[in-house]
């Protein structure tokens, strides 16, 4: 193998392997409905496509339905990307509420969907075009693949399954390992026989922002995924940066040698 080459590749699931918006929206409109008990169940026609627009400035799952109740109580999309964190919290305490609550709602929620019926909850995750066989490439090859997320690791590998990707036991590390993905990183390269070159594909800049902090990863190549849940304000920040890199799902798709 080339020395350009990663032997570790690093990637995100959503947002980067898979798209979980159609969950994403329905276990939002579900929760909403439980803490707003509004007079219909069926959602706004428009809503759906305007969270879709708008999921980028989520963090944490229990934005998810205070930013449906931004959009229903008709705060301007402009407002909600320059300053959404101020806002969530303003909804907050302005209907004295609480963000644990809210995420406990939307965690219980969601496991019993995934109780109830499993096979409808995987339905609504679609994988990015050219995905499915790019991971059957990198399993085929000598890059040890690794899948870093915060969802349950359980569900990753069911997906996955669903494509006929069969992966490596112990190289999904989801939700249920309980630790930040830089301390996830730290241990791949504590763990290695030999110095890793290791290469992290993420959507999330805040997330590679903070890896980028860490001097002791100096070492690991950072990649924003442009297809995920990011914006073009957060890819043009980026394309002068010197460590952090905007990858394309076309580029993603060729070898190695090509990426950035």
Same mark, same amino acid.
């Given at each position: 193998?080339?020395?350009?080459?990663?032997? !570790?590749?690093?990637?995100?699931?959503?947002?980067?392997?898979?798209? @979980?918006?159609?969950?994403?929206?329905?276990?939002?409109?579900?929760?909403?409905?439980?803490?707003?008990?509004?007079?219909?169940?069926?959602?706004?026609?428009?809503?759906?496509?305007?969270?879709?627009?708008?999921?980028?400035?989520?963090?944490?799952?229990?934005?998810?339905?205070?930013?449906?109740?931004?959009?229903?109580?008709?705060?301007?999309?402009?407002?909600?990307?320059?300053?959404?964190?101020?806002?969530?919290?303003?909804?907050?305490?302005?209907?004295?509420?609480?963000?644990?609550? !809210?995420?406990?709602?939307?965690?219980?929620?969601?496991?019993?969907? !995934?109780?109830?019926?499993?096979?409808?909850?995987?339905?609504?995750?679609?994988?990015?075009?050219?995905?499915?066989?790019?991971?059957?490439?990198?399993?085929?090859?000598?890059?040890?693949?690794?899948?870093?997320?915060?969802?349950?690791?359980?569900?990753?590998?069911?997906?996955?399954?669903?494509?006929?990707?069969?992966?490596?036991? @112990?190289?999904?590390? @989801?939700?249920?390992?309980?630790?930040?993905?830089?301390?996830?990183?730290?241990?791949?390269?504590?763990?290695?026989?030999?110095?890793?070159? !290791?290469?992290?594909?993420?959507?999330?800049?805040?997330?590679?922002?903070?890896?980028?902090?860490?001097?002791?990863?100096?070492?690991?190549?950072?990649?924003?995924?442009?297809? @995920?849940?990011?914006?073009?304000?957060?890819?043009?920040?980026?394309?002068?940066?010197?460590?952090?890199?905007?990858?394309?799902?076309?580029?993603?798709?060729?070898?190695?040698?090509?990426?950035?």
């Amino acid at each position: 193998m080339s020395i350009i080459n990663p032997n !570790i590749l690093a990637l995100d699931f959503d947002g980067v392997i898979c798209d @979980g918006l159609l969950e994403y929206f329905e276990t939002a409109w579900r929760t909403y409905c439980q803490v707003w008990s509004p007079t219909s169940l069926t959602p706004p026609e428009d809503l759906a496509p305007r969270f879709y627009r708008l999921r980028p400035v989520i963090e944490v799952g229990w934005e998810m339905p205070v930013l449906l109740r931004a959009l229903l109580v008709r705060i301007d999309e402009e407002k909600i990307w320059q300053d959404w964190v101020a806002i969530a919290q303003q909804i907050l305490l302005e209907e004295g509420l609480v963000a644990a609550d !809210i995420g406990r709602k939307l965690d219980n929620i969601r496991d019993e969907w !995934i109780a109830s019926d499993l096979s409808e909850w995987l339905s609504l995750h679609r994988f990015y075009p050219g995905i499915v066989e790019r991971l059957q490439q990198l399993i085929a090859s000598p890059v040890q693949l690794r899948i870093i997320t915060t969802k349950e690791g359980r569900f990753v590998r069911q997906l996955l399954q669903q494509q006929n990707i069969e992966m490596a036991e @112990g190289s999904i590390l @989801g939700k249920e390992s309980q630790r930040p993905k830089s301390e996830i990183l730290r241990e791949s390269i504590a763990t290695s026989a030999e110095p890793p070159v !290791i290469w992290f594909v993420e959507d999330r800049l805040k997330t590679l922002r903070s890896v980028q902090k860490q001097s002791d990863l100096d070492a690991v190549r950072l990649y924003l995924a442009d297809w @995920g849940y990011n914006t073009p304000a957060q890819h043009e920040s980026v394309r002068q940066d010197t460590r952090i890199k905007l990858l394309s799902l076309s580029q993603f798709a060729e070898d190695f040698s090509d990426w950035p």
